[in-house]
Nanobody
Framework: QVQLVESGGGLVQAGESLRLSCAAS????????VGWYRQAPGKQRELVAI???????KYADFVKGRFTISRDNGKNTVYLRMDSLKPEDTAIYYC?????????WGKGTLVTVFS
């Protein structure tokens, strides 16, 4: 069982930055993929960014150039740096991990961006 705990959400003004953290119960190197998803009110959960065991990354088109996913293997933590935030980035951000045949979710952290 992989446990994931998100932190770093908050209330920010448009144009500002936040860094989200996902603390995992084991090293990201033992996980096939770790990613960030988000769900806005009334909308479906959507992929934001992922990082594979090998370090490869993938981003949703709507965050390319603004968000950066990274990891610190020694701290068992995956980060999501979010720059140039927009009101439409307001959502609950969830950390997700895959390992073998299982996938795991954190409880989420709320990001609210006001104009």
């Amino acid at each position: 069982q992989v446990q994931l705990v998100e932190s770093g959400g908050g209330l920010v003004q448009a144009g500002e930055s936040l860094r989200l953290s996902c603390a995992a119960s084991e090293s990201p190197l033992s996980l096939s993929v770790v990613g960030w998803y988000r769900q806005a009110p009334g909308k479906q959960r959507e992929l934001v960014a992922i990082i594979s065991r090998g370090g490869g990354t993938k981003y949703a088109d709507f965050v390319k150039g603004r968000f950066t996913i990274s990891r610190d293997n020694g701290k068992n933590t995956v980060y999501l740096r979010m720059d140039s935030l927009k009101p439409e980035d307001t959502a609950i951000y969830y950390c997700h991990a895959e390992k073998f045949a299982g996938d795991y979710w954190g409880k989420g952290t709320l990001v609210t961006v006001f104009s």
